[in-house]
């Protein structure tokens, strides 16, 4: 890269705000349906932070098309990959690096990589389809699933449903290496989802926000949460605020 190109990064966010100014989706439509924050996707846009992988794989999603369109990892059709011939590749030169292990074939579901979390990385919350395996190598690794959180050790492992939503963060001073294993299409193989192929209007956005304003006030929402607030309102009998710390 010479130093008159512009950083990979920043790249990358150029590619993905055209991509949705092509389809005349709202920053806000995008975090929406892809489970992410809007603050998020401003900062990737504007080439100030680096998505994960299967942040990236969930606003491709939701732009129509493969992830393969932003990023070019590598291949494998062969059972077998050793440890020295394994490429080490990352996202927009992020320090957080992959090395791809599973294979490609017809029918397959399993999609696997090695994660490598240099210290104090923290992943951004995230919500999608699927379900999804870690298995910590080396290091230790806090992750939180709905909210609750877990250290993990060398040797430990969890497995939980992908639409919950879920971060990591590598709380120590020492790079973590994890086995990740799941069903959401990292490498962009199988095209793009064609159930969120489709523009979101801006009605849709303000029902949804409606929706979501009524769920919350009357402690209705899918969360703990909103269930938690609404036996709170019921127990108090005039809806006062919740101050338990």
Not at 25 to 30: D, E, S
Request: contains cysteine; hydrophobic residues 30%; negative net charge.
């Amino acid at each position: 890269m010479s130093a008159a190109d512009p950083p990979q990064g920043l790249t990358l966010g150029r590619r993905l705000r055209a991509r949705r100014a092509e389809l005349g989706l709202t920053m806000q439509a995008v975090a929406t349906e892809a489970g992410l924050s809007v603050g998020f996707i401003s900062q990737v846009e504007r080439g100030l932070t680096a998505p994960s992988l299967s942040s990236l794989v969930s606003i491709s999603r939701v732009l129509g098309v493969p992830v393969s369109r932003f990023l070019d990892q590598p291949e494998n059709t062969d059972q077998l990959t050793r440890r020295a011939s394994r490429e080490v590749y990352s996202i927009a030169h992020d320090d957080l690096a992959y090395e791809r292990l599973s294979s490609s074939f017809p029918g397959s579901l399993l999609r696997s990589v090695i994660m490598h979390e240099p210290p104090g990385h923290r992943s951004i919350a995230i919500s999608h389809q699927g379900e999804e395996m870690m298995y910590v190598l080396r290091g230790e690794l806090t992750v939180e699933v709905d909210g609750k959180r877990t250290v993990m050790g060398e040797g430990d492992s969890i497995h939980f449903a992908s639409t919950l939503i879920h971060s990591t963060w590598n709380h120590t001073d020492q790079p973590t290496t994890v086995l990740w294993c799941g069903t959401m299409d990292v490498f962009g193989e199988t095209g793009a989802d064609p159930i969120r192929h489709r523009q979101v209007t801006q009605s849709e956005i303000q029902h949804e926000q409606q929706e979501r304003r009524h769920r919350h006030e009357t402690g209705t929402d899918l969360g703990p949460s909103g269930r938690h607030n609404a036996d709170r309102r019921r127990t108090d009998g005039h809806g006062g605020r919740n101050t338990s710390p």
